[in-house]
């Protein structure tokens, strides 16, 4: 049986494989709290980072059209292995088919463009799943940008299971976060700026800014992602017209809702009631 919409059309869709896209959506609420928004993290599934090309591209096209079905009209991948993997081809070959008035967004282009004016050495280092480093998206965005900027990529495998399974901020997880550090700084020491190129690596920011040399600055993309959005509405009145404004949010896991409303309210500092729902077809 097809689920009935429980939300109000319009709002702009945030997804995310779990809960690191509730990173990216605090700041875009922050920036812009008039919006309605519908938050959806795939849980169940959850982490897409090690999983390969094709999984990430089916289950984040099921995502984008469960917010079509939902009445979104603008989805932001608050993923960058959802954003990696799968963007490219939902805007080319699925939007095309499934509403080409409808439009989807990820977080690896903001990103992108704003690192140039962070680094002074113009070596740059980025943090994110084995799915988002192998991908190679990072150095062809910055690439395209900015092509004098040196660009070197670590995946650290663990550190998504350490924030989901609250373990981000315990004494164990130091070890992780420090190996993959140091190993990405000896690979380039001239490295001054770290791109936390995954929406759950936030939450270990205190660990990664404990580990690194203090002329090392560690970029959170959330609030870039949040500022390019605005961006983007202003330069889309078309879009920006067709998005609801009554200030709501709207949460719903592929998971145990329970277990989503105890999580996130880590996330978001606020509690929250999140709803249960499918994403696989039947
Ligand atoms: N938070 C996601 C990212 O930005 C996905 C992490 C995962 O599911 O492995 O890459």
């Known amino acids: 049986m097809k689920e009935q919409s429980v939300t109000p059309a319009g709002a702009i869709g945030i997804f995310d494989s779990g809960y690191g896209g509730l990173t990216v959506l ?16 795939d849980n169940a599934r959850a982490p897409y980072g090690n999983r390969s090309f094709e999984s990430v591209y089916q289950f984040t096209l099921e995502a984008v059209e469960w917010f079509f079905n939902r009445g979104c009209h603008l989805v932001i991948l608050a993923c960058n292995t959802a954003s990696a993997k799968a963007l490219r081809t939902i805007q080319q070959i699925n939007l095309p088919a499934l509403d080409p008035q409808k439009r989807v967004l990820g977080v690896i282009r903001p990103t992108a463009e704003c ?41 650290c495998p663990m550190w998504v299971p350490l924030v989901e399974n609250r373990e981000y901020d315990k004494p164990g997880a130091d070890y992780f976060v420090k190996q993959h550090l ?26 990664i800014i404990h580990f690194v040399p203090d002329n090392v600055r560690v970029i959170a ?41 105890q999580q996130a309210s880590l996330f978001l500092n606020e509690e929250i009631e999140a709803h249960k729902t499918t994403l696989e077809k039947r």
């Open 26 to 41: 605090s700041e875009i609420r922050a920036l812009m709290p008039a919006y309605d928004y519908i938050y959806l993290g």
């Open 115 to 155: 690192v140039a004016i962070l680094s002074q050495s113009r070596h740059i280092g980025v943090l994110g799943t084995e799915g988002t480093i192998q991908s190679g998206s990072y150095e062809i965005e910055i690439g395209k940008l900015h092509p004098q900027l040196s660009v070197t990529g670590e995946a």
């Open 182 to 207: 140091d190993h990405l700084l000896a690979r380039d020491p001239q490295i001054d700026t770290i791109i936390l190129g995954c929406t759950h690596y936030p939450l270990l920011m205190n660990k």
């Open 221 to 261: 993309q959330g609030e870039y992602v949040a500022v390019s959005l605005r961006e983007y509405l202003l330069r889309h009145p078309d879009i920006e017209g067709k998005c609801t404004k009554k200030g709501s949010v709207q949460y719903f896991t592929t998971e145990s809702p329970e277990k989503f409303n």
